[in-house]
């Protein structure tokens, strides 16, 4: 298999744990396994208690796969445990053929179009639109990019990086087309749970019919250590087919992590109104931020998620984040790595950090008014 190489995730590898102050981050602050099984109730101690190191169920273990479940309103049996990015790697390579036309809702995480691309798919990009300082879904251009051979429509609500959520209409109107014209949709939830001014919208696995979700706890939990999500579906073919090429990858998940994942699922509610309470109050410190200074920056507000993706003014975005990491040790990911040209930049909101991360960017704007910055 040959694949381009993953943009963001090299511009992480070579930053994200040298760099002092992380502005783009997309997973929420995070927690110590003493602080998640605090909460923890008695099933869960023995099981951590009693924990033996062993291979696990390659399905997933039979209790986490039932807190999955009741959270994707599926049965049981419908859902398969594995790491996230996994996810995204065998279900796309379950289903899809050289010969497949696929959709891919843009710009988005790399994986979601580059896997196509390296199984020899043709790929459409569908780009959200930008309409008034928000983010808007263009579902007419979806419509007529639709042809004979397309197999697939990939879609990421809360959207990574604008943090775009759609409305229940919209999502039916999708349901609608894929029903009409035969093609499958995989929905990237990653970031669900993370709503803030939209509903949280059921998970699409449970009410489009040729669909597959996928789910984890890297980002509305904040927990991103663990690598537990999963892939849910009411297509037995593909759970099965995907099953199969796991044991290519890796097998079962990791013991521990399975048993912190039901900690987890049991807390979910906590957990994940905790993330959204730091992204909400980083989000007003960014919109202030940011409205401030619209000489400099257009501010587009999310609606859900745990990013934003402002634009720049004035100079090129690249430049800009290169600058502001190598002179300010301030990471911010430029849309060169979403492969869009548009000078927007992404932020990340879930961090605690997030408050001293932008006040550090406000001494690099000042820096650069006052003619001190060397890039200038
Ligand atoms: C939209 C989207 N899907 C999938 C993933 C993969 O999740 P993980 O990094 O937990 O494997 C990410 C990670 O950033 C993401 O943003």
Not at 67 to 96: C, D, Q
Not at 212 to 241: E, F, Q, T, Y
Not at 256 to 275: N, V
Request: aromatic share 10%; charged share 25%.
């Amino acid at each position: 298999m040959k694949v381009r190489e993953f943009l963001l995730e090299r511009y992480f590898a070579k930053y994200e744990f040298t760099t002092e102050h992380m502005l783009s981050a997309s997973d929420c602050e995070t927690l110590s396994v003493v602080e998640l099984l605090q909460g923890a109730d008695g099933e869960v101690m023995d099981l951590w208690n009693g924990l033996r190191l062993s291979y696990t169920e390659s399905r997933g273990h039979p209790l986490l796969l039932r807190e999955i479940a009741e959270r994707e309103s599926m049965p049981p049996e419908n859902v398969l445990v594995m790491n996230p990015e996994e996810g995204v790697f065998l279900t796309l390579n379950a289903l899809l053929d050289a010969s497949d036309h696929v959709i891919v809702l843009s710009p988005c995480y790399q994986s979601l179009y580059e896997i196509p691309k390296s199984i020899g798919c043709e790929v459409t990009r569908w780009y959200l639109k930008k309409e008034g300082g928000e983010w808007r879904l263009d579902l007419r251009f979806l419509e007529e990019s639709i042809r004979e051979n397309t197999r697939l429509l990939v879609v990421n609500f809360p959207h990574n990086p604008t943090g775009f959520t759609p409305s229940r209409e919209q999502m039916d109107e999708i349901a609608e087309l894929s029903a009409r014209h035969g093609f499958f949709v995989f929905s990237d939830e990653m970031y669900r749970g993370l709503e803030l001014s939209t509903a949280t919208l059921p998970s699409a696995s449970s009410y489009i019919r040729r669909s597959a979700s996928l789910g984890g706890l890297s980002k509305a939990c904040g927990l991103p250590g663990l690598r537990i999500g999963w892939v849910s579906s009411h297509d037995s073919w593909l759970l099965n087919r995907i099953a199969t090429l796991k044991d290519y990858t890796s097998i079962c998940a990791s013991a521990p992590s399975e048993i912190l994942a039901i900690a987890a699922l049991r807390r979910y509610d906590e957990l994940t109104g905790r993330c959204r309470g730091i992204v909400r109050g980083n989000l007003e410190l960014a919109r202030t931020f940011f409205k401030e200074r619209d000489g400099l920056f257009e501010w587009y507000e999310p609606s859900g998620g745990s990013t934003a993706f402002p634009r720049l003014l004035g100079e090129p975005a690249r430049g800009f984040c290169d600058r502001a990491v190598a002179e300010h040790g301030l990471l911010i990911l430029p849309d060169s790595v979403f492969d869009v040209d548009w000078n927007h930049f992404r932020i990340g909101l879930g961090r605690s950090s997030f408050p001293e991360a932008l006040s550090v960017l406000g001494r690099m704007l000042s820096d650069r008014a006052q003619g001190r910055w060397t890039g200038a």
